[in-house]
């Protein structure tokens, strides 16, 4: 079963879009992981566009973890989107366009106040213009969670996973005060509440146009 509005006559092709990697697995890793246990042979095209050296490997094996078909890492400044790479991110996502076709994209939500998070949801609706576009949530400082309209709830197994998976793949981001398994899981379980998952976790996305 799918929770995808979509008739396929195939597995489906998922484009996962990340400013910087943890924000893929900490947006959507649990309906990644529900998709692909839900469509054997489904395609996960995974893209981080800001990383270092290190956090590559991090999210390289992140993204193994949660079943990647595709891994694309780039190396953009952290933070610098907006000012010192405009163009150049606007023409990588233009070049990952017409490099695939995705039947659903997961990408960051638009009135996100990080810089670097509102910049790639902007680019994604420039590029992906026919397609069914999920813009997920991230916690952080600036405190601008808002109000989705697509909830998903998850088994307990698939979200104990998701934050696993995070908790174990991205060690350089343990120093910061929020970056704790309780703050993952408390996200999930209020958005559980808010659509009334019978599991008690839920994954919430904001889905600013949807063709049924």
Excluded at 124 to 134: E, P
Excluded at 163 to 175: F, K, N
Aim: charge should be negative; include cysteine; aromatic fraction near 8%.
């Amino acid at each position: 079963m799918t929770f995808l509005p979509l008739a396929l006559s195939r597995p489906p092709r998922i484009l996962a879009i990340g400013a910087h990697a943890d924000d893929i697995e900490i947006g959507c890793g649990g309906a990644l992981l529900r998709l692909l246990a839900d469509h054997p042979g489904a395609e996960l095209r995974y893209v981080v566009f800001a990383s270092t050296p290190e956090r590559e490997v991090e999210a390289r094996g992140a993204a193994a973890a949660l079943g990647a078909t595709g891994v694309t890492i780039h190396r953009f400044r952290d933070s610098y989107f907006p000012w010192a790479e405009p163009v150049r991110v606007k023409e990588t996502m233009a070049d990952l366009r017409r490099d695939c076709d995705p039947d659903v994209v997961f990408t960051h939500h638009r009135d996100d106040q990080h810089q670097d998070h509102a910049l790639i949801a902007q680019l994604t609706w420039n590029s992906f213009r026919d397609h069914l576009v999920l813009e997920y949530e991230i916690p952080k400082y600036e405190g601008d969670l808002g109000h989705p309209n697509v909830y998903l709830p998850l088994a307990e197994t698939v979200a104990k996973r998701k934050v696993e998976i995070i908790m174990r793949h991205y060690a350089t981001q343990a120093t910061k005060s929020w970056f704790r398994a309780e703050t993952f899981e408390a996200a999930m379980r209020l958005r559980a509440i808010e659509c009334n998952s019978p599991t008690g976790w839920a994954e919430a996305f904001h889905g600013r146009k949807i063709v049924l």
